[in-house]
């Protein structure tokens, strides 16, 4: 069993700043990659960012420039640094990662959500 926890969300002025955490724990192996979506309110869920166990990265257009992924595998955490926020980041931001099992088998989870509100 694998779990994802994420942290760090928050309300936050426009222009502010926020940095999410992840940390991953369970029967891992070692990670492939790993994500954050976000989901607001009647909106799909979309990709925000992405890193590969080689440290690759995708963005978002919207936060490119603005958002900064990164990751520390050996410590199986994955973290989202967030500037010059906008309401329109306003969302449920998810961890959701790739993860390599004990078993040797790869499978995809996901955190239970932050919320992240930028609002005057």
């Known amino acids: 069993q694998v779990t994802l926890v994420e942290s760090g969300g928050g309300l936050v002025h426009p222009g502010g700043s926020l940095s999410l955490s992840c940390v991953a724990s369970?029967?891992?192996?070692?990670?492939?990659?790993m994500s954050w979506y976000r989901q607001a309110p009647g909106k799909k869920r979309e990709l925000v960012a992405l890193?590969?166990?080689?440290?690759?990265?995708e963005y978002l257009d919207s936060v490119k420039g603005r958002f900064t992924i990164s990751k520390d595998f050996f410590k199986k955490q994955v973290s989202l640094s967030m500037t010059d926020l906008k309401p329109d980041d306003t969302a449920v931001y998810f961890c959701?990662?790739?993860?390599?099992?004990?078993?040797?088998?790869?499978?995809?989870?996901w955190g239970q959500g932050t919320q992240v509100t930028v609002s005057s």
């Open positions: 890193i590969n166990s080689n440290g690759g990265t």
């Open positions: 369970g029967n891992i192996h070692s990670i492939n990659w």
């Open positions: 959701f990662g790739a993860i390599i099992t004990s078993e040797l088998t790869e499978h995809d989870y």
